[in-house]
């Protein structure tokens, strides 16, 4: 059998037929799904249903990010919800070993696929894609409303001074981070700090919200299940639309092809802005001024890129296309700098 990094398939296999023997059916079998720049995630198929599982990245491990007991308490949260999750199958603290050496968690995989490049559009008719676009603004605007008592996430995080923490928490990530000199990332996160909004409402935040962070199933395309929820909390929803924002318009940024993107307006695709304007009647609010927000997008990911960048140095990144990741970190920067 061959090695799969990170994961120790002999050992998750033996574990398995013994914790959920409803589900063995004999020796597992596992691949890298490609994507993935935080977490590592593995398609596991030889159960009875094809499952996914979570694990940190390799090596250099950020103190408060890819925590895997988070993103699985809000997945299990919000299964009783109208917001599309897989279903949770198990989360294990494996930190001493054998299978992966850190906490995983596994999943049921749910149906569809994850619409990551333009060449996937051609699938679909003009018409589909604006469905699904609106589709997923809706999804968000129903995950910002959901009552966190109700389903049990009322400490799941701390709503109050929630931006400032941000951008301290973002900090220290770039300085766990640090192998060269980022001045445009330094005076975007001063600028960033001396401009924080108040916050007018709060509730679940995603913290990674877009397109290629949900399956799309069906004719005509459905979202099946929104992905990666290793950053959500408890905040202000409107770091989801700057996120959001960010993605969506990710293409007309300088040196943004290390990020694969599907949202072309010529398949269909919605402006951000009619996006924005049918969240804001869906949520019931007027939007505010959203370029503090845009602003720290692009900051938060120039971080988790660098991040990545030096990740890749240290040769503790799995997967393709990481050799230039770092490349995107100064545009983002200048991106930010130029939306404030």
Known sequence: MPEIPGLDIVALSKWFSVAHPELA?????????????????????????????????????????????????????LAGTAIPVPAVVDLVDDTAGPITGTPFFLMEKAPGAVIANRTQNAEYTREEIRGMSFELVHHLAALHAVDVKAVGLASFGKPDGYLARQLSTWRRQLDASRSRELPDLERLQTTLEGGVPETARTGIVHGDYRLDNALIDGRPPRVSAILDWEMATLGDPLVDLGIFALYWEIGSLAGSGVIASAVDPAAGYPDFEELAEYYAAQAGITLPDLRWYRAFAAYKLAVILEGIHYRYQAGDTVGEGFDRIGDLVRPLAENGLKVL
Request: net charge positive; no cysteine; charged share 20%.
């Open 25 to 77: 059916t004999g020796p597992l079998r596992a691949e890298v799904i490609a994507g993935g720049r935080s977490n590592l995630t593995y398609a596991i198929t030889g159960a009875r249903r094809p499952l996914v599982l979570r694990r940190p990245p390799l090596g250099h491990v950020l103190s408060s990010a890819h925590d895997m007991a988070r993103e699985h308490r809000v997945i299990s949260a």
